[in-house]
């Protein structure tokens, strides 16, 4: 009978020990399969992390689609930063390309010269500037899809110095914003391309609106469909600066402008139009406070200086934009 009760004892503590060792493979087993779960759930965001796709490149090819008319709120885009200034009526403003402003409401911690890459979330032209809000990116890259600005290939052979059809004059008969849509149509009536921009007009006065369109329109016959719209509450006070001489020395043209108010609006800006048997031949567009730093009271005088190499013209025109 002992003999029984210790071949019992026997085989219980076999099959405990068994139940055990199988609980515990078991046991490991989850621990397995929970941890490749979240080594596949880490491996799947840290792809869709490094999968963010720049659109734009560079400040140039973003800033030549939104002259095009194109729609880019939500697009990723890498520029090179320039001026930062704190203290805008915009909040936060980085400067880059030509016209346009990132703007924040936080620090960005960004500074010039730096890289930055953002995702776009509203863009607005004001003024004949893009004002675009956005949020940082990390982890973006360039790929065969992402847009960048070529420059023009050169050439040894001779060229001549007349520019590019790009613009379209207006005369104002009141004050007034104008929002502009321009169409390029081609000898057959067919459209060729599609721009937009927004100017101020005074009235009396002339104005022009720049467009920018892909491939050829040289020949192409220019319309612009313009509609008045109120100023902007960035737009200042008219006939606030004048033009009193300019002189051109080397390949730099120096232009002196007089204050007349008391205060020049922040996005106040002259606009050149160069003229060469009264053809339009160059344009040119600068902020004044990007060029000039002594404008700061009414009587104020100060000199700007514009690169003008290679520009054949006989007379400028000037036009002041609030």
């Keep these: 009978m002992n003999k029984l009760n210790n071949i019992k004892r026997s085989l219980f503590a076999l099959v405990m020990c068994l139940s055990l060792t199988l609980c515990g493979c078991g046991s490991n087993?989850?621990?397995?399969?929970?941890?490749a779960s979240s080594a596949e759930t880490q491996q799947s965001e840290d792809v869709s992390a490094e999968e963010v796709m720049i659109d734009y490149g560079d400040a140039e090819s973003f800033?030549?689609?939104?002259?095009?008319?194109k729609k880019l709120e939500g697009k990723v885009v890498r520029f090179i930063a320039g001026e930062f200034h704190p203290q805008s009526k915009l909040g936060y403003n980085v400067w880059a390309g030509e016209h346009l402003n990132f703007v924040s409401s936080r620090n960005p911690d960004i500074k010039e010269g730096d890289t930055v890459t953002v995702?776009?979330?509203t863009i607005e032209n004001m003024a004949g500037s893009w004002v675009i809000n956005y949020e940082k990116v990390e982890n973006a890259v360039i790929t065969d899809d992402t847009v960048t600005y070529s420059k023009p290939k050169e050439t040894t052979a001779a060229t001549t110095t007349a520019k590019p059809k790009t613009t379209a004059t207006t005369t104002a008969k009141k004050d007034v914003s104008v929002s502009a849509m321009l169409l390029a149509y081609g000898a057959d009536g067919n459209v060729m391309g599609k721009s937009f921009d927004d100017i101020v007009l005074t009235a009396g006065q002339n104005n022009f609106f720049r467009y920018s369109f892909e491939g050829d329109i040289s020949s192409a016959n220019i319309q612009a469909n313009a509609q008045a719209k109120k100023d902007s509450f960035m737009?200042?006070?008219?006939?606030?600066?004048?033009?009193?001489?300019?002189?051109?020395?080397?390949?730099?043209?120096?232009?002196?402008?007089?204050?007349?108010?008391?205060?020049?609006?922040y996005f106040a800006k002259f606009k050149l139009l160069f003229y060469k048997d009264d053809k339009i031949v160059d344009t040119e567009d600068e902020y004044f406070s990007t060029c000039v730093e002594n404008l700061n009271g009414n009587g104020a005088t100060d000199?700007?200086?514009i690169w003008a190499y290679g520009t054949d013209y006989d007379r400028i025109e000037y036009i002041f934009e609030p």
């Design 119 to 121: 995702k776009t979330t």
């Design 63 to 69: 800033e030549a689609a939104l002259n095009e008319g």
């Design 29 to 35: 087993e989850q621990k397995e399969d929970a941890a």
């Design 303 to 305: 000199v700007a200086k």
């Design 235 to 265: 737009t200042g006070e008219r006939n606030a600066v004048e033009m009193v001489q300019y002189n051109q020395t080397g390949d730099d043209l120096y232009i002196t402008f007089k204050q007349n108010v008391d205060e020049i609006d």
